[in-house]
């Protein structure tokens, strides 16, 4: 008799009884126990340790992320998916600040605050450096302030583009691009200071703030008032900066470019990517996306496909487009860009993909909205009308992918309905045209609100 040992995993619901398989080899068979087992004490361990991230997790929820998300740093996915897990929570994640941030995540303020050490490029002496300083002689007070004040031979040029870049200077400059156009003056002006500082030189202001003094090393409060400035610029558009945070960070943190989308998405993708593997195979499904990487692959004919990193709101997962498809869309798969996908469910070795077999640029996706009022609602012979023009203009199921959104407007209401897959039209503007002939108010709207 063996006795089949069981888990309670942090964040699930469902808990499995224990049993009893007479057979080793049946239970193996139908999953009910591993081919290598825990013994007893290994068990325990593993039990005991469970109930403590537990209680951790339920009483000390922003101290307990913090920790995980530190532990992980490494680990995109990881600290991608805890993320998630964070807002799930009602946690939110603020990114690097160069006057708030420590080494690792910290809990701060009801909020967990991005560490340095997370950021790409920014090692562990500039780390050092940027945290005595701010100890010393309390917040930095402008770009030239901080160039003033760490050493910059351990940040380099290339740690303080990466800083402003992930966004750690916003709360003293929020335009990133007027930061990185001063950067290049800044940087050569306060290196002359430092080394003037070194040589036993210095200028008035220096002399005024007691810059020479031994013992304190101080710095002229108004000093950093005499660095030179680039030309005032306009900021970066806000797609690129969230690109920049994504490389630097390995996700994005002050704002996603989906987030515009929350409102209108659900009524075009009933599922978000988290919730995949609960669908079930060939079930036609859609998804708004972003595309973080394209993997090509050519198979033993030669063929040309490709494996995608695609991610939404909730999670990260891979899809795959196959041979045909990749020859009709491979323009399309461009990294960093938003997508309206479309494909099925497919389950191989236990693991859930998602088979691409279409996709479309949000920007291009036109919406046919339909209107009707309550009469028309529920008048038969109206919806069968309408039922009718629809599918005269969804012949094609293949090319017949715009969707359709009925708004139902009473004297005090307005509810969208998304028509089913079946009613997804070919031409959204001649669709258009042929409900207004057939008296049904109508127009086109862009995906992204336009």
Request: aromatic residues 8%; neutral net charge; hydrophobic residues 35%.
């Amino acid at each position: 008799m063996i006795k089949i040992a069981t888990r309670k995993y942090l964040g699930k619901q469902n808990v499995y009884d224990i049993g009893v398989a007479r057979d080793h080899n049946f239970a193996i068979k139908n999953g009910l126990i591993a081919a290598n087992c825990f013994n007893k004490s290994h068990s325990t361990a593993y039990g005991y340790v469970t109930y403590q991230t537990a209680y951790l997790k339920a009483n000390y929820p922003l101290e307990y992320m913090a920790a995980l998300l530190t532990a992980n740093s490494g680990d995109t996915d990881k600290v991608q998916r805890y993320i998630t897990n964070c807002t799930n929570m009602g946690i939110s994640i603020d990114p690097p600040d160069i006057n708030r941030s420590n080494v690792d995540f910290t809990p701060t303020a009801g909020k967990i605050l991005f560490g340095f050490s997370a950021v790409r490029n920014v090692g562990q002496n500039a780390i050092a450096s940027i945290l005595e300083a701010r100890n010393e002689t309390g917040e930095f007070k402008s770009l030239a302030d901080f160039c003033d004040r760490v050493d910059l031979r351990a940040v380099n040029r290339r740690t303080l583009e990466s800083l402003i870049y992930c966004g750690a200077f916003d709360k003293i400059e929020s335009n990133r691009q007027q930061l990185i156009n001063d950067s290049e003056l800044v940087y050569d002006w306060a290196q002359s200071r430092a080394k003037d500082r070194a040589t036993g030189q210095g200028n008035l202001f220096d002399l005024l703030g007691d810059g020479f003094s031994s013992t304190q090393n101080k710095r002229a409060s108004n000093a950093f008032e005499t660095a030179p400035k680039a030309k005032p610029v306009t900021d970066l558009p806000p797609q690129k900066k969230l690109q920049m945070e994504k490389e630097l960070l390995g996700f994005y943190v002050s704002d996603h470019p989906l987030k515009s989308l929350r409102q209108i998405a659900p009524f075009l993708t009933p599922i978000n990517l988290s919730q995949l593997g609960e669908q079930r195979e060939d079930t036609r499904l859609c998804a708004v996306v972003m595309l973080n990487n394209v993997k090509k692959v050519v198979t033993k004919k030669g063929d040309q496909m490709a494996i995608l990193q695609i991610e939404d709101l909730t999670t990260q997962l891979e899809a795959v487009v196959f041979p045909k498809t990749y020859e009709r869309i491979s323009s399309l798969l461009q990294v960093d860009t938003r997508l309206i996908i479309w494909g099925k469910v497919d389950r191989r070795d236990e693991q859930t993909q998602f088979i691409l077999e279409d996709a479309e640029p949000v920007e291009t996706v036109q919406m046919v909205m339909v209107e009707l009022n309550p009469q028309q609602a529920g008048n038969m012979e109206d919806l069968h009308r309408l039922k009718t023009i629809l599918q005269d203009h969804s012949v094609d199921k293949e090319k017949a992918k715009m969707p359709v959104i009925g708004i139902i407007k009473t004297e005090t209401s307005r509810k969208l309905v998304r028509l089913g897959w079946q009613f997804c039209v070919q031409d959204s503007r001649i669709t258009v045209q042929a409900l207004q002939n057939a008296s049904f108010p109508a127009h086109i709207k862009s995906l992204t609100g336009s």
